[in-house]
T-cell receptor, first 111, second 114 residues
Framework: SQELEQSPQSLIVQEGKNLTINCTSS?????LYWYKQKYGEGLIFLMM?????EEKSHEKITAKLDEKKQQSSLHITASQPSHAGIYLC???????????FGGGTRVLVKP | NAGVTQTPKFQVLKTGQSMTLQCAQD?????MSWYRQDPGMGLRLIHY???????DQGEVPNGYNVSRSTTEDFPLRLLSAAPSQTSVYFC?????????????FGPGTRLTVT
């Protein structure tokens, strides 16, 4: 089984609604990354969280890392069609540059 | 800066053929990695390099070779292609940012092995 579990696997929301994606690890993480991917394209870096309890926001996207550094959530407020894509969480387990990724969450925003 | 570039964008191979996927970065990053992406599996690390002349295996290295003769280039070689290697391949380079690394990804190479 994967070491990083993402939920849900897919999500359809009405434009203007909020959505949340979760990423859970059974082990403590050194760093937790969120990426967005559009179909057929590479990964776009969104945010990186390092400290327990850390929260970062960029435009309408907020990411949090829990105190134990084993779970992260990505929250999008008032979703827009531009938010559609695949969201991936990646974890740095050993303070190095080798990332383990979750299975991804496919987001579709209906206008 | 061009960032991380990959060629080709698409490739179709027959079982048993060999080929090299090219990756280059112009950010002078020491660290470079190759991942493959399969449906529902996220990305899995194939090989990585911590600098010119130094490479190591990742999670799924079998069937692939790498070398790092320069800081800029990190090619991935498929020795004898198999249908199980049909996937999207991403190259990444990273730089140290305090406690961890920020990774920059290339646009990917979509490979089909028939």
């Amino acid at each position: 089984s994967q070491e990083l579990e993402q939920s849900p696997q897919s999500l359809i929301v009405q434009e203007g609604k909020n959505l949340t994606i979760n990423c859970t690890s059974s082990k403590t993480l050194y760093g937790l990354y969120w990426y967005k991917q559009k179909y057929g394209e590479g990964l776009i870096f969104l945010m990186m969280l390092q400290k327990g309890g850390e929260e970062k926001s960029h435009e309408k996207i907020t990411a949090k890392l829990d105190e134990k550094k084993q779970q992260s959530s990505l929250h999008i407020t008032a979703s827009q069609p531009s938010h559609a894509g695949i969201y991936l969480c990646g974890a740095d387990k050993a303070a190095g540059n080798k990332l383990t990724f979750g299975g991804g969450t496919r987001v579709l925003v209906k206008p | 800066n061009a960032g991380v570039t990959q060629t080709p964008k698409f490739q179709v191979l027959k079982t048993g053929q060999s080929m090299t996927l090219q990756c280059a970065q112009d950010m002078n990053h020491e660290y470079m990695s190759w991942y493959r992406q399969d449906p529902g599996m996220g990305l899995r690390l194939i090989h990585y390099s911590v600098g010119a002349g130094i490479t190591d295996q990742g999670e799924v290295p079998n069937g692939y070779n790498v070398s790092r003769s320069t800081t800029e280039d990190f090619p991935l070689r498929l020795l004898s292609a198999a249908p199980s290697q049909t996937s999207v391949y991403f190259c990444a380079s990273s730089e140290y940012r305090g406690l961890t690394y920020e990774q920059y990804f290339g646009p990917g190479t979509r490979l089909t092995v028939t």
